[in-house]
């Protein structure tokens, strides 16, 4: 009787812990669906109707290149 009961009780917890364990992002924060006027949070843009981040713009991030 108690190996069915346990047996019972890891079915139920893995059938209730197989939804999707990532929750869905919010509204207008990265990966998650834009605002009804297409925008997104600040330092996101719309893409698809998904909010990504903005590509850099003049990014003067230097390489590591070096000679001697």
Partial sequence: M???????FAFFLIVSCGDDPVAE???GTLGG??????TCDDGLECSE???IKTADQ???QESD????
Avoid: M, R, S
């Fill in 65 to 68: 290149d070096t000679t001697d």
């Fill in 2 to 8: 108690k190996k069915t009961i346990i047996i019972l």
């Fill in 25 to 27: 992002a919010e509204t």
């Fill in 33 to 38: 669906n834009c605002y009804p006027n297409k």
């Fill in 49 to 51: 109707g998904l909010c």
């Fill in 58 to 60: 003049g990014d003067t």
